[in-house]
């Protein structure tokens, strides 16, 4: 694989930040639409391919890197102690979520339904956020998945009542009931942990599916509550507003997601094709949601798992 080495004519500092990390281009030249544009130097350039295929640019040297001191276990001892850290400061930050939600649901500060969803929308979201501060070797994921995989070992403990935390089940079940952590919530961890080890930050099909997860989900159940007077004809337990909301905030939540990540060089997309694309993600992510189908498939996996589908059949990555 021809490795090109970019670097960003962006501010300074996401210039330096691009360059100690994998910077990915595609292989046919997009125009960007965005405000920055990528200058590539590269001893020739890449074959076109006919497919939509992504290059995986070198660390670019840097002074530290160049000194005769640096070694590659010097690196590599970095990398890992920056993954320790993002890991042991994410989860710290998943714990604090939650116990912040509990805290103003106890306290009757916030309703436990709104509460709930908030969990569910900011959850995900943030934690797809959190993916840059790993570095950039390829154990990062792994590190990155340690999350879910402890909030799904907590979930597993609490929820077959193994050990009692009331707090968390009155935060994240609709009944207060235990095992009811074993159904919703558990699906949306494992779909987080999918997420990170499968498709991670160099390929929009998880931070698409998630967006559509947390952040559509979430949203058309927050508007729908509150503003769903006019069920849809199929589901009388789902409404017009919720499933709008739905498309609208999964559209745009997933829109920002792909800037962000293209901002900081790990995705280089044709903006145009990519709305396009992402409108049709979040369309048929509203239809299967809106489908009477919640009490046989649960929309934490429905929802992701369709998004993951078009995505990928959309993006072909
Ligand atoms: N397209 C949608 C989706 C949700 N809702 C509203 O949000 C509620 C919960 O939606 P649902 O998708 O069932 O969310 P759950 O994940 O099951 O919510 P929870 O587990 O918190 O009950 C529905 O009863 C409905 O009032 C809606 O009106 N239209
Ligand atoms: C109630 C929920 C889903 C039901 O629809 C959300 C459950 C949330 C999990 C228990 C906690 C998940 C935490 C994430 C793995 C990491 C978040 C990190 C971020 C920095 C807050």
């Not at 998943?94 to 959850?123: N, P, W």
């Amino acid at each position: 694989m021809l490795a090109t080495m970019c670097t960003l004519s962006l501010t300074p500092a996401l210039s330096l930040l691009l360059r100690r990390r994998h910077v990915h281009r595609s292989a046919v030249d997009l125009p960007l639409s965005s405000n920055f544009s990528l200058h590539c130097f590269s001893p020739k350039p890449p074959p076109t391919l006919p497919l939509h295929f992504l290059y995986r640019a070198p660390h670019a040297p840097t002074a530290r890197t160049s000194s005769p001191s640096f070694t590659p276990r010097a690196a590599a001892g970095g990398a890992l102690l920056q993954d320790a850290g993002a890991t042991a400061a994410v989860l710290a930050g998943a714990y604090c979520l939650v116990l912040a939600f509990d805290t103003l649901t106890e306290r009757k500060l916030i309703k436990q339904k709104l509460s709930r969803k908030l969990v569910h929308i900011l959850s995900g979201l943030l934690f797809a956020i959190s993916w840059p501060i790993f570095s950039t070797s390829n154990v990062a994921r792994y590190f990155a998945s340690s999350v879910p995989l402890v909030n799904c070992l907590r979930l597993v403990i609490y929820g077959r009542s193994l050990a009692i935390d009331e707090g968390l089940v009155k935060s994240l079940t609709r009944e207060g009931n235990p095992e009811e952590l074993l159904r919703g919530p558990l699906y949306y961890v494992l779909i987080l942990m999918l997420c990170a080890l499968v498709f991670w930050r160099e390929s929009p099909v998880g931070v698409i599916s998630l967006a559509m997860m947390c952040g559509g989900d979430g949203v058309a159940d927050i508007m729908g509550r509150r503003f769903g007077l006019i069920k849809l004809p199929y589901n009388r337990q789902k409404s017009w507003v919720g499933s709008i909301s739905m498309f609208i905030s999964g559209f745009l939540i997933s829109i920002g997601m792909l800037y962000y990540y293209s901002a900081l060089g790990y995705l280089r997309l044709n903006w145009m094709s990519t709305i396009q694309r992402v409108a049709w993600v979040a369309l048929v992510a509203t239809i299967v949601e809106s489908l009477p189908t919640t009490e046989t498939v649960d929309d934490n996996l429905s929802v992701p798992l369709i998004s993951m589908v078009v995505t990928y059949l959309s993006f072909g990555f």
